[in-house]
């Protein structure tokens, strides 16, 4: 049981107990002192390596230390009748090839699709009697430049051709994210045939080369510049500009005007998901559904999977190779190799024996960034929130409430002093918020008439102004939140009956997100590719021989659900069939 705040009838709050969280089932087979891999962490990207691994012919255990599957992609009722995505919230960039040859959907994966996709309302008077003016967009072009037209005509005529310029860089990328970064070692040194062998390895890079062309500049630009000067050069409208700035600034601690905030952008619509590009979606029963299905695949291929089974330390040999692991009630388990769905910093400061790993290369891995601007806040609400922008008196869902709800995103102004409180370590007085209302397409979610509503919100330091946060900070800042959610949607504070509130901090301690950073450390130009999380470690590979990391914090970051599993599995596969 949990303790969480919850509103009585008066609209005081009192702190209650709260539901039960469902438990993942583990695999019925006892847990053996050998295998061949062993997975540290059921996360999906673990879940997924351990997939492909068992089906390559290796022996594979996944080991969580949570009582549920999934690290951040996970489903728990947190009050009672109320199941939410805890952490992460939406489903995109879960890579085509993987849903189908891992079968997902015969494994239970349920996707419901959003259209519209996007809903900004703004804060304003209407004019003679009509609502605030808003705006959604959507995959009906025409529908979309309409609604961009009633901010700004230049712009709406613009829209369709940036679309295009942003799907032909994301889809270039493509190739990079489906294979490990170029063997760079392996190119260069070494016999002739280990060189040919590595050479492979350049494919990818050649293909996004020739898909970009001419383009090539174009990326180039895009990836080091701030979006600010890509949305200058394309529109004026303010309302388009910051709901477009917010994918270029979500789970980073960055401004739109800062270099790199492009790629953070770029990012976010390499998607695809039912074969609709860059579109998001919900997961029947929440983000849990996901990993659920993963480790289901996995389990028929015959990968063992456990919860409850806290790692508490990686075992290394006299011969400094990786012999597998010792859980913290001291249970010792051997394999030939060990994967760490964990973040970089927790794998090698805290799991891996600090003797085996030299001076500097511990001291590479205390600088990787991990900076989150991030806050969840998941609310549980016996009423559809209704917005002046785009009112429904009969609280009936309207396209709208399916939507990424933008609030306080009117203009880019906004997002910049929203980053700028937070770096100055005080949480932001008017924070961006992204609402999304999944059981508007899910009933399953909450009871009848009810809904889960997710927050997640920016900007947010680590530390309050140097402290560590109280019990009375996370209350007064979700306080804030709700009242400018109030102003946009009059009647919310009081539709709420509980709440769950997760800091920097909190994300750290519950999923193991070393300083709350969704992406197991920030998605910045020094940590992409062939530098993520490190120059040392860009190929999967740790110095420890038989160590891998295959969790978002390798290539190709996090966000592209299984694709750092995938990779890291066909390194092992690689670097086994070698000996």
């Not at 999934?70 to 939406?90: D, K, M, N, Q, T």
């Not at 005509?153 to 889809?171: I, R």
């Not at 170029?182 to 492979?200: H, M, Y």
């Not at 450390?521 to 992409?528: A, E, R, V, Y």
Request: aromatic share 8%; net charge neutral.
């Amino acid at each position: 049981m949990a303790a969480a705040v919850m509103w009585t009838d008066r609209g005081r709050r009192a702190v209650i107990a709260v539901g039960t969280v469902t438990r993942s089932r583990s695999s019925h087979t006892a847990l053996k002192s050998q295998y061949d891999a062993l997975v540290i962490g059921g996360g999906h990207n673990g879940l997924v390596a351990a997939a492909y691994l068992q089906k390559g012919g290796l022996k594979t255990a996944v080991l969580e230390r949570r009582h549920v599957l999934g690290g951040a992609a996970v489903s728990e009722e947190l009050f009672p009748g109320f199941h939410f995505s805890r952490c992460s919230y939406l489903l995109s960039l879960l890579r085509p090839h993987i849903t189908a040859e891992l079968e997902l959907k015969k494994h239970g994966l349920k996707v419901y699709m959003r259209d519209p996709h996007a809903f900004t309302p703004m804060l304003e008077e209407g004019v003679n009697g009509a609502p605030p003016r808003s705006l959604i967009l959507g995959s009906d072009l025409a529908m979309n430049q309409r609604e961009i037209g009633k901010f700004s005509q230049k712009d709406a005529k613009a829209f369709p051709d940036f679309v295009a310029y942003l799907e032909m860089l994301a889809g270039a990328v493509h190739p990079l994210l489906d294979a490990p970064p170029v063997d760079i070692p392996g190119v260069t040194t070494g016999s002739l045939r280990k060189r040919l062998a590595a050479a492979k390895t350049l494919v990818p890079i050649v293909k996004c080369g020739l898909k970009l062309g001419r383009n090539i500049p174009d990326l180039y630009e895009i990836i080091t510049a701030p979006i600010m000067k890509i949305l200058n050069r394309w529109f004026e409208s303010e309302p388009l500009m910051a709901t477009l700035a917010t994918d270029a600034v979500i789970g980073a601690m960055t401004s739109p005007s800062n270099p790199g905030s492009g790629y953070v952008l770029l990012h976010h619509v390499m998607g695809e998901l039912e074969k609709e590009k860059g579109a998001w979606g919900y997961v029947e029963g929440g983000m849990g559904g996901v990993s659920k299905a993963i480790a289901s695949s996995a389990r028929s291929y015959g990968v063992d999977i456990f919860t409850e089974k806290d790692v508490g330390q990686i075992l290394v040999g006299s011969d400094g190779a990786a012999k597998g692991v010792v859980l913290k009630d001291g249970t010792e388990i051997h394999s030939k190799v060990v994967l760490s769905n964990a973040t970089p910093y927790v794998t090698f400061k805290n799991l891996t024996p600090q003797a085996a790993l030299s001076p500097e290369f511990i001291k590479a891995v205390d600088q990787i960034d991990y900076t989150s601007p991030v806050t969840k806040i998941n609310v549980a609400v016996d009423k559809l929130p209704n917005f002046l922008a785009s009112p429904t008196p009969d609280d009936k869902p309207g396209p709208h409430h399916q939507c990424s709800i933008h609030l306080n995103c009117e203009s880019t102004e906004l997002l910049e002093t929203a980053y700028k409180e937070a770096m100055n370590g005080r949480p932001s007085a008017r924070p961006m918020l992204e609402m999304t209302i999944p059981s508007v397409l899910d009933p399953t979610l909450a009871p009848p008439g009810c809904h889960v509503v997710s927050l997640f919100t920016q900007f947010t330091p680590y530390y309050i102004e140097g402290r560590e946060w109280t019990d009375q900070d996370r209350e007064a800042y979700a306080d804030t939140a709700f009242d400018w959610v109030e102003k946009y949607a009059p009647g919310f504070k009081k539709s709420v009956v509980g709440r769950d509130i997760l800091t920097p901090p909190d994300l750290e301690r519950i999923f193991g997100l070393t300083g709350g950073n969704i992406f197991h450390g920030s998605m910045s130009l020094d940590q992409l590719y062939l530098a993520r999380p490190l120059p040392c470690l860009s190929d999967h590979r740790s110095p420890i021989k038989g160590l891998y990391l295959c969790g978002s914090g390798c290539h190709p970051g996090g966000g592209v659900m299984g694709s750092p599993g995938w990779n890291t599995a066909l390194t092992v596969m690689a670097d086994l069939k070698r000996q």
